[in-house]
């Protein structure tokens, strides 16, 4: 029984080295686009976790700026919230960081800050409003409102004054 099929054909060296030469390329392409993969999963991974530190840091001063009734500015831009006429916190702008004073404990809100002041309102049955100006990596400038919401006593002495107003005691 001679059976000549069931050998191997050899290759030539020239052959041989062909394969490994084009194996080499294919496995090296294989492990830089596992090595872009990883880059790419990791800047999104990063950029995941700095859109949540912004969302946290806008809940969290909305929840500060919402729970005040009053908001006191001074000279150096510090922002003074107020409740029921008791104080609550301290907002300020130290370099480009937003801080938070807030139970005794100072607190690193944002950074990439680039202003933080009250504008108020001429008119007092509209609420003064707290804006920040931020900075983004990606972004040229994206600013924040905060409207302090009046307090149920002055709109009622507001409203009392308008309503005294065409009636003359004597």
């Keep these: 029984m001679n059976n000549t099929n069931s050998h191997i054909k050899a290759f030539t060296l020239a052959e041989l080295l062909v394969v490994l030469i084009i194996a080499g390329i294919i496995m090296l392409s294989i492990m830089e686009g596992f090595g872009l993969v990883r880059r790419i999963t990791l800047d999104k991974q990063t950029q995941i976790a700095e859109n949540m530190d912004i969302y946290d840091a806008y809940y969290h001063l909305e929840n500060i700026i919402n729970n005040s009734d009053s908001v006191v500015a001074d000279n150096n831009g510090n922002l003074t919230f107020y409740a029921d006429s008791d104080y609550r ?5 130290e370099n480009s960081f937003l801080l938070i004073n807030f139970a005794g404990i100072n607190d690193t809100v944002l950074k990439n800050i680039s202003d933080l002041r009250l504008i108020k309102n001429d008119l007092s049955y ?9 900075t983004y990596r990606d972004t040229a400038n994206v600013c924040w409102k905060f409207t302090v919401p009046a307090s149920d006593k002055k709109i009622f002495d507001l409203t009392m004054e308008e309503k005294e107003k065409n009636y003359i005691y004597k």
């Design 126 to 134: 509209i609420s003064d409003t707290v804006s920040i100006d931020i």
């Design 89 to 93: 916190s301290l907002m300020y702008r």
